[in-house]
């Protein structure tokens, strides 16, 4: 079983993916056995996820739309965050702004603003001014999970918090949320990998 430890001043263990490896946060005098059960609890959840990441080589080929494409498509060798930016406002961004406007309509909501940013651990949010803001990797996802993004965010302009009747309207759009859901989360290695 590999990761990486480190000791902090903390109270809780955290285990996350980060760099290609298991990372753990542990107090300093948490007992080895504890955490090794929460590395081993945490790969068994995310084990398709770390694995799509260890077969895929991010320096010849990238996710769009949740299909692997080589970056020769692109006129690319390498892949770096700005290269990517670059793949996002010139073939996707108006692709992903239509969709947010077709999904807007539906749910019957209006935003004030979209905004696309490098966010180090969150698909996307809404403030309280309307303003919603997404990830630029969003066009690595599947259509299906953007589309759960996108309605997501777009339910808080009716419940601003994750309460159960959150979910009860989530699921008005989406009665497969749920299932949605446990798959975006999945796909939080991409965070991860372009940062």
Not at 23 to 29: D, E, G, L, Q, R
Not at 106 to 124: A, C, E, H, Q
Request: proline letters at 2%.
């Amino acid at each position: 079983m590999k990761y990486k430890l480190t000791r902090k001043n903390r109270k809780s263990v955290k285990v996350f993916f980060e760099d290609g490896i298991t990372n753990v946060y542990a107090p300093k005098h948490t007992n080895i056995d504890f955490i090794e059960n929460a590395v081993e609890k945490f790969n068994k959840k995310y084990q398709n996820a770390i694995l799509k990441y260890q077969e895929i080589n991010i320096n010849e080929y990238i996710y769009i739309f949740g299909e692997i494409k080589n970056l020769k498509n692109y006129n690319l060798k390498e892949i770096n965050y700005s290269k990517i930016k670059s793949i996002f406002n010139n073939f996707y961004k108006d692709i992903i702004i239509n969709r947010i406007n077709d999904l807007s309509k539906k749910v019957n909501v209006t935003y004030t603003d979209i905004t696309f940013r490098k966010l180090k651990s969150r698909w996307g949010s809404l403030d309280s001014k309307g303003r919603l803001k997404f990830n630029y990797l969003i066009f690595m996802l599947s259509p299906e999970l953007i589309d759960y993004l996108i309605i997501h965010e777009l339910c808080h302009f009716i419940e601003f918090n994750h309460s159960k009747q959150f979910w009860i309207t989530v699921s008005l759009f989406l009665p497969n949320y749920k299932e949605l859901r446990k798959k975006l989360k999945e796909c939080n290695y991409l965070i991860h990998i372009y940062k």
